[in-house]
């Protein structure tokens, strides 16, 4: 179900004081970053669980992002910036390197001509490879098996390095310290297996 639009999002956001509005942002080695962080149920968690680390939600939708800033605010974190852009400008307003990224339900794009949308298209892996330091992961999941072969296509095609893969995280050697997002949480209740991906730049 989509959020109705909150007019004062962006106002919410900024009195926060964890929206960046100021770019671009420079990132330190051990930052994670998570794109399209949706409500945040993920990395606010992952924020509250390892306060030494610092987390930057990346929802280009403010109505959404309002979401992440009150959960993050709920949980009294200090750890944790947003950032409300679009992934496709995301090496004008980052600069540096992580050693983190995950990329969470990403809409899959399923048309034909939108192939080049989807998150794990080539033209957006150039851009993760920009500010993923040398040892640097990527992890990836997503409900929909689609994308899910599609992705594994393109990291191939790419030349990127496949760490693993898996079409049933949850009954996977990494669903150890798997914490879920929102959607995640409702697709798995129904029964849908999750789909799940990590991978760097390393061959």
Known sequence: MRLRN?????????ESKLLVDTFPFKLKTNDVIELGAGKGEMICELAKNNPNI?????EKYPTVASKIAKKALDYNLNNLFIICEDIEKI???LIGSVS???ITFSDPWPKKRHFKRRLTYKD????Y????NENGIIKFKTDNDFLFQFSIESLNE?????IFKTSDLHNSIKNKNNIMTGYEQKWSSEGKNINYIEFNFNK
């Open 6 to 14: 909150d007019p004062y999002a962006m106002e919410k956001l900024k």
């Open 124 to 127: 957006f892996l150039e851009k």
């Open 129 to 132: 490879k920009k500010i993923l």
């Open 158 to 162: 790419f030349g990127a390095n496949i």
């Open 100 to 102: 983190l990224i995950w």
């Open 91 to 93: 090496n004008e307003f």
């Open 54 to 58: 610092r987390y930057i939600a990346i």
